[in-house]
T-cell receptor, first 115, second 114 residues
Framework: AQSVTQLGSHVSVSEGALVLLRCNYSSSVPPYLFWYVQYPNQGLQLLLKYTTGATLVKGINGFEAEFKKSETSFHLTKPSAHMSDAAEYFC?????????????FGKGTTLSVSS | EAGVTQSPTHLIKTRGQQVTLRCSPI?????VYWYQQALGLGLQFLLWYDEGEERNRGNFPPRFSGRQFPNYSSELNVNALELEDSALYLC?????????????FGPGTRLTVL
């Protein structure tokens, strides 16, 4: 069965610093990959996704992620953190590319940004 | 375009009671997913409804059930509530069935079981 591991339940950075949130998945077949963000008391919002094609994916709010098949990773980065980036981030995979497959989520990483 | 809506926003129940949560998908979306976000457990898939039928369910007991109406809105019912059912319940809708399509999430219903 598919699984998603997010290294670090909590990441703290200073405003303007690089943001790096790690995500590894387990699958013998490359899945579809997603990053979602959840602000307090809100639902999840899609940041970016990888399906096929270019392995470097650009998303909203200056975030990007790179799919590395050899490392089974899909790490999320942002060159310069803003205070408004403080939120919980979830990496997710869609299994087996079958219709209606539910997302399998990692346990999330809380990003704190200090001034 | 209105987003996914859920009601109620908060709910407090006692053990053994029953609860119904509601979800209205984005117009034109026919598939609805339900997820449970419990503290420390992350998001867990509960149920998937498409075109009025239950198509798939996660690893949850039968006391978690639901349905989808002809207008594609959905209900999640939880019977015989247990303390560990306390969680944020999220509904998501999707256009079509493809698993690479974006799931749009509602704000959730926070259920507290005392």
């Amino acid at each position: 069965a598919q699984s998603v591991t997010q290294l670090g339940s909590h990441v703290s950075v200073s405003e303007g610093a690089l943001v790096l949130l790690r995500c590894n998945y387990s699958s013998s077949v490359p899945p579809y990959l997603f990053w979602y963000v959840q602000y307090p008391n809100q639902g999840l919002q899609l940041l970016l996704k990888y399906t096929t094609g270019a392995t470097l994916v650009k998303g909203i709010n200056g975030f990007e992620a790179e799919f590395k098949k050899s490392e089974t990773s899909f790490h999320l980065t942002k060159p310069s953190a803003h205070m408004s980036d403080a939120a919980e981030y979830f990496c997710a995979v869609s299994d087996l590319k079958q219709a209606g497959t539910a997302l399998i989520f990692g346990k999330g990483t809380t990003l704190s940004v200090s001034s | 375009e209105a987003g996914v809506t859920q009601s109620p926003t908060h709910l407090i129940k006692t053990r053994g009671q029953q609860v119904t949560l509601r979800c209205s998908p984005i117009s034109g979306h026919t598939s609805v997913y339900w997820y449970q976000q419990a503290l420390g457990l992350g998001l867990q898939f509960l149920l998937w409804y498409d075109e009025g039928e239950e198509r798939n369910r996660g690893n949850f007991p039968p006391r978690f059930s639901g349905r989808q109406f002809p207008n594609y809105s959905s209900e999640l019912n939880v019977n015989a509530l247990e303390l560990e059912d306390s969680a944020l319940y999220l509904c998501a809708s999707i256009r079509g069935r493809s698993s690479y399509n974006e799931q749009f999430f509602g704000p959730g219903t926070r259920l507290t079981v005392l």
